[in-house]
């Protein structure tokens, strides 16, 4: 129960995330086809952030420390870069447009994502 509230927040935080951010769109023609695709991003997402995020923090940590944290801004937004891929591998109509899509897309994923876990609670936790 408790994954499946966590890809359905994400999925709502990117559905949020494209209508805010200009340059990330879902283009599925339907509402139920869009949010098809919301989910499966939000699965694709999931799984790049849990395999890839610990790796890449554990290697960049020096470039953690010397930038103050800084180094996590960009690093997120290629995360969600290398989703938009793994998304067109799949033939999903989500596209991301560029570096500064991907990067204010994250940030803005991140603070929906928070809000939406303040709001609705884990039942894992």
């Known amino acids: 129960m408790s994954f499946l509230i966590r ?42 952030n849990a395999v890839l995020k610990p790796i890449i923090k554990s290697v960049g940590c020096l470039f953690y ?6 180094f996590a801004l960009v690093v997120n937004a290629l995360l969600f870069l290398l989703t938009d891929w793994i998304a067109s591998l799949f033939d999903l109509p989500f596209r991301i447009s560029g570096f500064w899509a ?11 994502g928070w809000v939406i876990s303040l709001v609705v609670p884990d039942p894992g936790d």
């Open 7 to 48: 890809i359905l927040s994400t999925a709502v935080a990117l559905w949020i995330t494209t209508l805010v951010v200009p340059g990330i769109e879902v283009t599925g023609g339907s509402p139920a086809r869009n949010a098809l695709t919301l989910v499966i991003v939000a699965v694709i997402f999931g799984l790049v």
């Open 102 to 112: 991907a990067f204010w897309g994250a940030i803005v994923v991140a603070i929906v």
């Open 65 to 70: 420390v010397l930038t103050l944290g800084l």
